[in-house]
Nanobody, 121 residues
C-alpha cells in the first residue's frame, strides 16, 4: 500500500507563514504528480498547487506570489511554503499523489489525512 503523511499545519496570524510537508511511502515504483488541495468549511475541495516529477508547477491564482510548492524526488516528498497567509486560506490541506506501485502497471490516486491550517485576522 501507499501512505501519504502530512505535517506542518497549525494556527497563525494573518501575514504569517507556515510550511507543510507530505511524504509518500510504501510499495512505490514511481510517484507522478503530487500536489496540495484544500477544503474550507462549506466549500468544495480545490487544487492549491501541483508539481510533476520534472518540476512543472500549476497553482491556483489566489496563492500565486504567496505559496511555493517544491519537491524532493529522492524522498518522495513535497512541501508547501505558505507566506503572507490570509484568513481565507483557512482550510484543511490535503496531500495528493498519483503513484505507481511496484509490480502494478497502472497508477492510482492517493490522499493524505489532511492537516488543518487556521489563519486568524
Amino acid at each position: 500500500q501507499v501512505q501519504l503523511v502530512e505535517s506542518g499545519g497549525g494556527l497563525v496570524q494573518a501575514g504569517g507563514s507556515l510550511r507543510l510537508s507530505c511524504a509518500a511511502s510504501g510499495n512505490i515504483f514511481k510517484v507522478n504528480v503530487m500536489g496540495w488541495y484544500r477544503q474550507a468549511p462549506g466549500k468544495q475541495r480545490e487544487m492549491v498547487a501541483t508539481i510533476t516529477g520534472g518540476g512543472i508547477i500549476n497553482c491556483v491564482d489566489s496563492v500565486k506570489g504567496r505559496f511555493t510548492i517544491s519537491r524532493d524526488n529522492a524522498k518522495n516528498t513535497i512541501y508547501l511554503q505558505m507566506n503572507s497567509l490570509k484568513p481565507e486560506d483557512t482550510a484543511v490541506y490535503y496531500c495528493n499523489a498519483i503513484v505507481q506501485r511496484v509490480g502494478v502497471p497502472v497508477s492510482y490516486e492517493y490522499w493524505g489525512q489532511g492537516t488543518q491550517v487556521t489563519v486568524s485576522s
